[in-house]
Structures are given as structure tokens and as C-alpha cells.
């Protein structure tokens, strides 16, 4: 049974499995249920699912990635600050605020998919450790979308690492 707390971060994954158009739509649209600020729903999903749209976004990321390359799909996130009405001619202060907000929606929506992908039969990890400043003009993007963070989504080739916890007792305080 599908179980929220046994999450882990998977970096390796079966090779040659393909998850087919309409399964990665019912993922996205699964992923649609997270909330977001005032319901702007600013995460956009770019899904790198071919070899060679994989080879043309490898070079961001650093070498020793296994799960980049064993992975049936790379998955961006990016926020749209058209979301938050940021158009060309907003000041850079809206645009900081916005870029802000952006980075809470899509922190949530990332945390989503990583639980949602599980409801489906695979498994995944986030990463962060990429060359965003590249992406947009890898992926021939506009520049209201803001990297947020890539997840890799496969079929898992092991079982992932144990990353033990801080002691609970030391995270929280009930005032
Ligand atoms: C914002 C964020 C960025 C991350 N970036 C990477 C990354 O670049 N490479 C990687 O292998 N894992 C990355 N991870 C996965 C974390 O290392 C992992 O979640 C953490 O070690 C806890 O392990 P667990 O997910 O198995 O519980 C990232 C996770 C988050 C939330």
C-alpha cells in the first residue's frame, strides 16, 4: 500500500523503461492538487523524455549523476512569473517578490510530484545541482520562467540510501 512516509530519494534506475505520453499527463495532472499561493498555480512542467532532448540538457549537470542518466524521464519545474503578473515592464522589486513567492509554490509542488510519481509505480529524486543559468536558453525558454528544480523519475534499480534525521526534539518548540 502506498505509504507517504516511505519516501526515499531514488538515484538509480532500470534501464530502458519508457513511461508512455498519457501516464506522464496523469502525473502532471495529479500533481495539479498541490496548493499554491492564492491558486496562481505558477509551476510549469518541461519533461525530457527523448535521448537526444536528455543529451541536450546533460551537460548541466555534473558528472557523477547516475540517476540523470539512468532515469526514464527528467522532469524541470519552472515558475511562470507571468503567474504573479510580472510583465516587461515590472520594476525589479515585483519581480524579486514574485520570483520569492514562486520559490515557496514550487518547493511544494517538487515535494508533490516526488509523493505523486510513487501513486504510479515509480520512484524519484530532486535535484538542485544543475546549471540553471544555462537551462532557459538550452531549452529555448523566455526568461518569465524561473528554474526551479529538475526530478528524476524511473523504475528503481535500488532501494535508495537511509539519510537518518535530526532528533526530533531538537526541530521543534510548542509555545
Ligand atoms: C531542494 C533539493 C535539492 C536536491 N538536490 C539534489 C541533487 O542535486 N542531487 C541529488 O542527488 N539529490 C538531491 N536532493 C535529494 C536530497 O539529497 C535528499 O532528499 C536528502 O538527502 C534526503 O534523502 P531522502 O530524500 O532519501 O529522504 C535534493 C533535494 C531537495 C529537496
Known amino acids: 500500500m502506498f505509504n507517504l512516509l ?55 549537470f555534473p558528472e557523477n549523476f547516475p540517476h540523470v542518466d539512468t532515469c526514464s524521464i527528467l522532469v524541470f519545474l519552472m515558475g511562470d512569473l507571468r503567474s504573479y503578473g510580472i510583465t516587461d515592464a515590472s520594476s525589479e522589486n515585483e519581480i524579486d517578490k514574485a520570483r520569492n513567492a514562486i520559490l515557496v509554490d514550487g518547493g511544494i509542488m517538487v515535494n508533490q510530484m516526488l509523493q505523486v510519481v510513487r501513486l504510479h509505480g515509480y520512484e524519484a529524486c530532486a535535484v538542485g545541482n544543475f546549471q540553471k ?13 524561473i528554474p526551479i528544480l529538475a526530478v528524476t523519475i524511473g523504475l528503481p534499480d535500488d532501494e535508495g540510501k537511509p539519510y537518518d534525521r535530526l532528533d526530533v526534539k531538537d526541530i521543534y518548540k510548542i509555545l
Open 133 to 145: 543559468v544555462q537551462l532557459n536558453g538550452v531549452l529555448n525558454l523566455d526568461n518569465f520562467l
Open 6 to 60: 516511505t519516501r526515499k530519494s531514488i538515484r538509480k534506475y532500470q534501464p530502458n523503461i519508457t513511461i508512455d505520453d498519457q501516464q506522464i499527463e496523469n502525473i502532471i495532472k495529479d500533481c495539479q492538487k498541490a496548493p499554491s499561493a492564492r491558486n496562481r498555480q505558477p509551476i510549469k512542467f518541461y519533461v525530457v523524455k527523448s535521448k537526444s532532448a536528455l543529451q541536450a540538457v546533460r551537460p548541466l
